[in-house]
């Protein structure tokens, strides 16, 4: 019982240490993936493929590539306040913008 | 068969209609991918499989034909939704994209043959299988603790269903200025905040119901997601004091400050290091046994420790962590190719258990899948997690993380994650209308 408990705090100090120096990455620094990879990432908000009915959240689907490139700049550097777009904004590189922007201005509005 | 084909030919019509006009590399034989679990990762991953090539036949096998969802399903507690509100059910998945369900249960698999067995005598073979069980609760890791308490009179409510209206009901009858406990599980667990948000709703809900009650929360751990923001939302909605450690950053001044309160709220949170940690439950006389004594409840809500669900180990798939080791790239096993884990019960590192992981999870393997068996490169994943939170109906909270692959492991982007302590009151309530609207866009997402 003893020496099961001391195994389980190492192992809970482990996992703090680990959680502690866990590697985080620059958006730049990673293989870059493609604009609909990332953009299938916002459909959880944004609706699938950017096509959004409810109005809460801005709908992505058919929206001008230079229109969603700089709302995000904007979201990442202050510029436009933001409750959460801010901590997704700044996941991304410019590069990875424009892809993503791509994506979604190649999206039908409606299905 | 010629039923078959029919729906088939439904399911490329439904492809079309939605404007997909993917090219099939699968035009002659069209590969079999059998999904084992329908919940958020299962139900996901279907979808986005035939997005990304709508020959594909897709099967999902799952017990329940009706999903109660579990994300928000604390909203019950406090009557801000109903049970029935939870239900989600999987017409659109069918009709519109010709994803096949079988409702029934999986007893094997053999993952040489790549045929899987179910309780109901199906056989099926399947040329990649994803499974996506979620998790299964060790209530009997807790003395004193077990299934049949949890599910009479010590409910966890972890898992929404029968428990979830158990502990509702005994809320709502709670004698005035009684004490409502809930026992928030260790690290690693399902849904992070939601411990802390079911804490904060009831609180909420206390102050006008039973304004002399208790909401007393016991931890193991010292912190949490989404740390100081949810405590400084306990510190102005209900009078909670903030431990000197987390006050930093939060606002002293200016329209809503901080406060240390004289006479603490009815909101507490008892730390790892305060001794918050349960040793043993009574459950004749609702009390628990912390490191720092007995505490008396009138209401007793116990997460217990968790790992991968059941099916998951019956599969072979769980290593000694308890969760499911991947190739991080395609979610592909370890332990048995040919079978992808995502969800709660896959190692995912710096991702936490959610049901936006495993949506995302469920996307990029739904893409690797299909990359795999047509012969192709598989691509660089991306991940996304947002857990939305409240510390009280018009407070919203969330944590918010971008995740990429780095050596072999999932690491999040570096930046900012959380709501910032010095956020107007607009925001927060903004907020508070994300995390509403959230809950349809996502089921939406996921399951039409």
């Known amino acids: ?111 | 068969m010629q039923r078959r084909d029919f729906l088939k030919a439904l399911g490329t019509g439904a492809m079309l209609a939605t404007g997909l006009s993917v090219r099939s590399v699968f035009a002659n034989a069209a590969p079999h991918v059998v999904i084992v679990g329908g919940g958020v990762g299962g139900a996901t991953a279907a979808k986005y499989l035939k997005f990304a090539d709508p020959n594909i036949r897709v099967t999902v096998i799952e017990k329940n034909p009706v999903y109660i969802r579990p994300y928000g399903s604390s909203e019950v507690l406090n009557d801000h939704i109903g049970m029935q509100d939870l239900e989600v059910r999987y017409d659109r998945l069918r009709e519109r994209y010709g994803i096949e369900f079988l409702f029934d249960t999986v007893t094997g698999v053999d993952p040489h043959a790549r045929t899987v067995r179910t309780a109901g005598g199906v056989q099926l073979n399947y040329d990649r299988m994803i499974v996506s069980p979620g998790i299964q609760l060790l209530y009997e890791r807790i003395e004193g603790y077990s299934a049949s308490v949890a599910e009479s009179r010590i409910p966890s409510a972890w898992i929404a269903g029968n428990q979830t209206r158990l502990l509702r009901d005994q809320l709502h009858a709670m004698r005035p200025g009684g004490t409502f406990v809930i026992v928030a599980p260790p690290n690693p667990y399902r849904c992070p905040p939601g411990p802390y948000e079911r804490g904060a709703l009831m609180a909420e809900w206390f102050k006008v119901h039973n304004p002399t009650a208790k909401v007393i929360i016991l931890d193991s751990k010292d912190s949490f997601v989404p740390g100081p923001s949810m405590l400084l939302g306990w510190n102005r909605l209900y009078g909670y004091n903030v431990p000197e450690r987390f006050r930093e950053g939060m606002p002293t001044d200016g329209e809503w400050p901080m406060k240390i309160h004289e006479e603490p709220g009815m909101l507490d949170w008892v730390a790892g290091r305060d001794g918050g940690r349960v040793l043993s439950v009574d459950a004749a006389n609702l009390s628990v046994e912390t490191e720092a004594g007995r505490i008396e409840a009138d209401v007793l809500n116990i997460v217990p420790p968790m790992v991968a669900g059941k099916v998951a180990f019956e599969l072979d798939l769980v290593d000694e962590t308890g969760y499911c080791p991947i190739d991080r790239r395609t979610h592909e096993s370890t332990r048995h190719p040919g079978i992808h884990v995502i969800g709660d019960a896959c190692v995912a590192d710096a991702m936490p258990k959610s049901g936006f992981s495993a949506n995302t999870q469920a996307k990029v393997a739904a893409r690797a899948v299909v990359d795999l068996l047509a012969g192709r490169d598989t691509q660089a994943p991306l991940w996304e997690n947002t857990c939305y939170a409240l510390a009280g109906s018009e407070y919203g909270l969330y944590v918010a993380d971008i995740f990429r692959l780095v050596d072999g492991r999932i690491a999040r982007t570096e930046g900012p994650r959380f709501l910032p302590l010095d956020a107007s009151r607009a925001q927060i309530r903004i907020g508070a209308l994300y995390q509403q609207n959230w809950m349809r866009t996502f089921t939406d997402d996921c399951f039409a």
């Open chain 1, 1 to 111: 019982m003893r020496r099961e408990d001391t195994v389980k705090k190492c192992v809970s100090v482990l996992a703090l240490l680990v959680s502690l120096f866990a590697p985080t990455v620059h958006a730049q620094d990673a293989e870059r993936p493609t604009g609909e990879m990332m953009g299938n990432t916002c459909a959880a908000c944004h609706g699938t493929y950017g096509r959004l009915g409810s109005a809460a959240f801005v709908p992505l689907a058919g929206m001008e590539v230079e229109e969603f490139v700089r709302a995000m700049r904007a979201f990442r550097d202050g510029s436009r306040p933001s409750t959460l777009m801010h901590s997704v904004a700044v996941g991304f590189s410019d590069e990875e913008y424009q892809a993503m922007a791509e994506f979604f201005a190649a999206q039908r509005i409606e299905e």
